[in-house]
């Protein structure tokens, strides 16, 4: 079957770090650019980084730029979050790029960033 | 940076209606990287259109895309009581960056 699953995604406080992992299954994961997309509670969606197949060139939202890194392996995903701020908060989809859009999406995992 | 903006906030209709929502970009951009997604609640986003009027795999031919330069449209040609959804808009630039517009709510009216 083929599917994304998100996990790692946890409360953490104000200033800390986590590190989501996304498995991919079904698909030639090494061909395809990869994304991290989020929405935070009750809103709308956020890009929030891409990498191509190759791993050697990778994107990131002004928002996050400095803070996170995105980075592959054979088979996952990884977005490390570091510097966390409550404006982080949201569910992180791990998304699949073809040809300038997303086509297809995990489930998501939630961060949730709080004293 | 290009700005989408989707119309309206929220529509409500009945099943077997027609449904238009608006997405206009803040400057001309190519149809090629103007994609629809919808999402559903507690669920992720589903590709619908890409390249503007291109149906993605499997998705009904009630759905339509067209448009192009600043304005585009997602046509639902009559709704079924699963397309009560949010749909939102999506742009690609060549920096590279993805943006997304705030989403049109379909509720049931």
């Known amino acids: 079957e083929v599917q994304l699953l998100e996990s790692g995604g946890n409360l953490v406080q104000p200033g800390g770090s986590l590190r989501l992992s996304c498995a991919a299954s079904g698909f030639p994961f090494d061909s395809y650019a990869m994304s991290w997309v989020r929405q935070a509670p009750g809103k709308g969606l956020e890009w929030v980084s891409a990498?191509?197949?190759?791993?050697?060139s990778t994107y990131y939202a002004n928002s996050v730029k400095g803070r996170f890194t995105i980075s592959r392996d054979i088979s996952k995903l990884y977005l490390q979050m570091n510097s966390l701020r409550a404006d982080d908060t949201a569910v992180y989809y791990c998304a699949k790029y073809r040809s300038w859009n997303f086509d297809l999406w995990g489930r998501g995992t939630l961060v949730t960033v709080s004293s | 940076e290009i700005v989408l903006t989707q119309s309206p906030g929220t529509l409500s209709l009945s099943p077997g209606e027609r449904a238009t929502l608006s997405c206009r970009a803040s400057?001309?951009?190519?149809?090629?990287?103007l994609a629809w997604y919808q999402q559903k609640p507690g669920q992720a986003p589903r590709l619908l259109i890409y390249?503007?009027?291109s149906r993605a795999t499997g998705i009904p031919d009630r759905f339509s895309g067209s448009g192009s330069g600043t304005d585009f449209t997602l046509t639902i040609s009559r709704l079924e009581p699963e397309d009560f959804a949010v749909y939102y808009c999506q742009h690609y630039d060549t920096s590279p960056q993805w943006t997304f517009g705030q989403g049109t709510k379909v509720e049931i009216k």
């Open positions: 990498i191509v197949s190759g791993g050697d």
């Open positions: 390249g503007a009027s």
């Open positions: 400057q001309s951009v190519s149809s090629s990287y």
